[in-house]
């Protein structure tokens, strides 16, 4: 049974998760959340310092904690990490929970997004080459991403969400 008071956005790191989170999250009336601001501001420090300090097992684990806290919340809109979906069986979870959007970018959009901020993405700090490591990174991912009950391509404006919001507009407490 899937229930549809959530909403996941999963994509690739600078996909734009947490934009179009938030602008779904107030045209439904829902909380926002995203998985790696909620994780920073419980441990008190960035994520690039934590994967520094504790490694990346330790994120993944924290970024599960965030998940199971999810479970106990209605009406949410989230945004997560772009390696949430493949750690452990986290997607299944994500599935079972709510409703899975995969918001799929070209590379070369990413990789303009995230020169600009590589110092607050740990995985790609200290890449020496960025663009291989994306596409690297991408075909890794795209297996569970494309799992998702839905994706969006490129988008660039809420219209795009409609069907989505349509739904969720007229069932927000009905599971399916």
């Known amino acids: 049974m899937r229930n549809l008071s959530k909403i996941f956005l ?3 790191p600078a ?18 959340l995203d998985t790696d601001a909620y994780i920073e501001a419980e441990e008190k420090r960035t ?24 479970k106990e919340m209605r009406q949410v809109v989230v945004a997560t990490g772009g390696g949430l979906p493949l750690w452990a069986d986290n997607l299944d979870v994500l599935k079972q929970e709510g409703v899975v959007v995969y918001l799929k970018m070209p ?21 020496p080459d960025t663009l291989l490591f994306l596409e690297d990174l991408y ?12 994706c969006i391509e490129e988008p660039k404006s809420i219209a795009e969400f409609a069907p989505l919001l349509s739904l969720f507009s007229n069932l927000s407490n009905f599971s399916i």
């Open 10 to 12: 999963i994509g690739m």
């Open 15 to 32: 996909a734009g998760k947490t934009t179009w989170a938030k602008h779904l999250a107030e045209r439904l009336q829902w909380q926002f």
């Open 47 to 70: 994520i690039a310092q934590i994967f520094e300090q504790e490694g990346e097992r330790f994120f993944r684990q924290q970024e599960r904690v965030v998940l199971e806290k999810i």
């Open 107 to 127: 590379l070369d959009t990413l990789y303009e997004r995230v020169e600009t901020e590589k110092g607050k993405r740990p995985l790609l700090a200290k890449q």
């Open 139 to 150: 075909q890794k991912r795209k297996p569970f991403y494309e799992k998702a009950h839905l």
